[in-house]
T-cell receptor, first 115, second 114 residues
Framework: GAGVSQTPSNKVTEKGKYVELRCDPI?????LYWYRQSLGQGPEFLIY????????DSGLPNDRFFAVRPEGSVSTLKIQRTERGDSAVYLC?????????????FGEGSRLTVL | AQSVSQHNHHVILSEAASLELGCNYS??????LFWYVQYPGQHLQLLLK??????LVKGIKGFEAEFIKSKFSFNLRKPSVQWSDTAEYFC????????????FGRGTSLIVHP
C-alpha cells in the first residue's frame, strides 16, 4: 500500500483479555517500530524490528507484551491479560533501512481501550 | 538514557504571528534530530530533519529549525503561522543506543486563531 496500515483502528476490550494489533508497513521497508502514545504524551518506544528479528525490545513494559514479524513485513503486537493502564494509542512506523538513515513513516494508530 | 524536553506544552497564536517551539535533548554525542507534526485526525509526519551539515534546516510549509550543539537544542521556527498550522508538534532525537531508536518529546499543542 501507499502508507503504513494499522488494524484495528479502535479496539475496546475488558480487563484480562488478550489483544492483537496488526501493522502492515510500507512495501520494501526493512525497519519497523512500535510506539505507544498516552494522552498528552509523546510516542514511547516499545520494540524495533530489522527484518524478521527484534533488534531492540527494551521498551516493552513487561512480559505481557510481545511482538512478531515472521516474514519481515507485517507485524503483530500481542498483549496478554490486558490492564486498564494499557489503554493508549499504539503506533507503528516503518523506515526504509532504519532511523539512522532516514525518517519514520507512521500509521494512524490503533486506539486500545481496556475497560 | 537520552531524553527530549519540549518546554512549551500549549501555544496559542493568532495568524501571522511568529512561532518558536523549544526542544532540548540530553545526549552528548552525535545525534540525528527531527520535528514531526500531527494534524487533527491524521498520522504523524515529518516536518524536517537534521543529520549533518548546515545547522539551519528548512522543512515543509515554511518551517525551519536550528541545531545549536553547544546548547543541545533544536528549536522549530516559522516567521508567520497560518490557521492550518494548528497541530501537535513533536521533537525527536536519534542517538546510538545500539539501534538508533528515536526518542520523542511529549509534544506541543499549537492552536492558531484565524
Amino acid at each position: 500500500g501507499a502508507g503504513v496500515s494499522q488494524t484495528p483502528s479502535n479496539k475496546v476490550t475488558e480487563k484480562g483479555k488478550y489483544v492483537e494489533l496488526r501493522c502492515d508497513p510500507i512495501s520494501g521497508h526493512t525497519a519497523l517500530y512500535w510506539y505507544r502514545q498516552s494522552l498528552g504524551q509523546g510516542p514511547e518506544f516499545l520494540i524495533y524490528f530489522q527484518g524478521t528479528g527484534a533488534a531492540d525490545d527494551s521498551g516493552l513494559p513487561n512480559d505481557r507484551f510481545f511482538a512478531v514479524r515472521p516474514e519481515g513485513s507485517v507485524s503483530t503486537l500481542k498483549i496478554q491479560r490486558t490492564e486498564r493502564g494499557d489503554s493508549a494509542v499504539y503506533l507503528c512506523a516503518s523506515s526504509l533501512r532504519g532511523a539512522n538513515t532516514g525518517e519514520l513513516f507512521f500509521g494512524e494508530g490503533s486506539r486500545l481501550t481496556v475497560l | 538514557a537520552q531524553s527530549v524536553s519540549q518546554h512549551n506544552h500549549h501555544v496559542i497564536l493568532s495568524e501571522a504571528a511568529s512561532l518558536e517551539l523549544g526542544c532540548n535533548y540530553s545526549y552528548g554525542g552525535t545525534v540525528n534530530l527531527f520535528w514531526y507534526v500531527q494534524y487533527p485526525g491524521q498520522h504523524l509526519q515529518l516536518l524536517l530533519k537534521y543529520f549533518s551539515g548546515d545547522p539551519l534546516v528548512k522543512g515543509i510549509k515554511g518551517f525551519e529549525a536550528e541545531f545549536i550543539k553547544s546548547k543541545f537544542s533544536f528549536n522549530l521556527r516559522k516567521p508567520s503561522v497560518q490557521w492550518s498550522d494548528t497541530a501537535e508538534y513533536f521533537c525527536a532525537v536519534n542517538a546510538p543506543r545500539g539501534s538508533y531508536i528515536p526518542t520523542f518529546g511529549r509534544g506541543t499543542s499549537l492552536i492558531v486563531h484565524p
